[in-house]
């Protein structure tokens, strides 16, 4: 059955979250997607990135069965692994020590604004105790930076956000890099991104 997802984004985005995340994989490894959604970026990346294994993850059953079409629809199987069911907020994340051995980055595309301010907690916890000495996070979307939108349109969309679920809402960058700098994780590299995104690089540092 095909149970391939969608998602536009996905499509216009993928070459330039690419192209950033091409400054940080080696060709060797595993990459960690957390809420990997409809799974176009995983097989995407997987193909981009041949020498590493790129492990998706999603609370969310539908999107594991998409992830799961996508993977073979691209004839990904014999290389890239099925979706893990990890809930971010819920920690410890059950990761393979395999997993946790190889692993070099971690990637979270569009997943903090629409979520609680305690699933940003979480993420940066359990990477901070997964990710080894000079590994990577790579969060991708829109922010706030000095507590200010970025473009009118990140404006309108933080109201719409706030009025689908009061919990969501484009975060203020100072606020998410305290996250990470009480987790052991430094703030490397802020990239501007088109659509009025960002893509922000943490570097795991000895505490």
């Known amino acids: 059955m095909d149970n391939r997802l969608f998602f536009p984004a996905t499509k216009r985005n993928r070459t330039y979250i690419g192209d950033v995340l091409s400054r940080i994989i080696q060709n060797n490894g595993s990459i960690l ?15 981009r990135f ?13 999107h594991r069965q998409s992830i799961s079409s996508w993977i073979l629809h691209e004839k990904l199987n014999m290389k890239m692994p099925q979706p893990l069911e990890l809930d971010v907020e819920i920690t410890p994340w059950e ?6 051995l190889s692993l070099q980055v971690i990637v979270a595309i569009n997943l ?16 901070g105790k997964l990710l080894s000495n000079g590994k990577y996070l790579m969060l991708y979307g829109p922010f706030k930076i000095g507590n200010e939108h970025i473009s009118q349109s990140n404006d309108l969309f933080d109201k719409s956000l706030k009025m689908q679920n009061n ?9 998410v890099n305290e996250e990470a700098y009480n ?4 703030q490397k590299e802020i990239i501007f991104m088109p659509a009025n995104n960002l893509s922000i690089i943490y570097e795991k540092v000895s505490v």
Do not use: A
């Not at 957390?34 to 193909?47: L, P, R, T, W």
């Not at 041949?50 to 539908?62: A, V």
């Not at 919990?167 to 606020?175: E, S």
């Open 33 to 47: 997607e957390i809420g990997s959604g409809s799974g176009e970026h995983g097989v995407s990346f997987q193909k």
């Open 112 to 127: 903090i604004h629409i979520s609680s301010w305690n699933c940003t907690r979480s993420l940066f916890k359990e990477s």
């Open 95 to 100: 990761i393979s020590p395999e997993l946790v």
């Open 183 to 186: 987790n052991g994780l430094v």
């Open 167 to 175: 919990k969501w809402g484009v975060r203020n960058l100072d606020n």
């Open 50 to 62: 041949p020498k590493t294994i790129w492990q998706t993850s999603d609370r969310d059953l539908r």
